[in-house]
């Protein structure tokens, strides 16, 4: 269900995801408002689930993460049992940063940060060596040309 957001809860919100590091009043003051509302619509907003966790982005080159990769998987396992080992194998993982259960041909896919090929296909064959998987494509991303967590408020 959706929440019902006025357009100062809106600015807020776009404020906090351009930078969610930046002080109270620097919010307050770049939304036309005081402090004292801006906390309390924050605080509601995170009380209905609208803001979750806040935490900081790193950039994964500067840290040696040189290589991502988009792996797609088909498997011809979908029992409850399959699907709960996979779960765990892909949350064991710090390398996945992202998956996804998809319809269509593919059934899943995952985005994997290593610092090379080598790491990627060390964390491929302990995926297979875990979980059966029918095929698996990986496809090396050449370049990043847009990253944004932003919603478009």
């Known amino acids: 269900m959706a929440v ?3 357009d100062l809860d ?11 590091g930046q002080s109270l009043d620097e919010i307050a003051g770049r939304v036309g408002s ?3 509302p801006v906390w309390n619509r924050i605080r509601k907003m995170r009380e209905a689930g ?10 994964a080159e500067t840290l040696g993460f040189d290589a ?7 498997t011809s396992e979908h029992d409850a049992d399959w699907q709960g080992r996979f779960l765990q194998a892909l ?4 390398e996945v940063q992202e998956a996804h259960r998809l319809a269509g041909d ?11 090929a080598r790491a990627y296909d060390t964390f491929y064959q302990a ?15 050449m370049e990043e040309l847009k990253f944004t967590t932003a919603l478009p408020l």
């Open 4 to 6: 019902r957001l006025d």
């Open 10 to 20: 809106r600015k807020i919100l776009r404020e906090l995801q351009r930078d969610a």
């Open 34 to 36: 005081s402090k004292t």
């Open 50 to 59: 609208v803001v979750g966790t806040q935490t900081v982005l790193l950039d």
């Open 68 to 74: 991502c990769f988009f792996v797609l998987i088909r």
């Open 91 to 94: 949350r064991s993982r710090a």
């Open 106 to 116: 593919i059934d899943y896919i995952l985005k994997v940060r290593v610092p090379n």
């Open 127 to 141: 995926l297979i060596a875990e979980v059966k998987i029918h095929n698996v494509t990986a496809l090396l991303s």
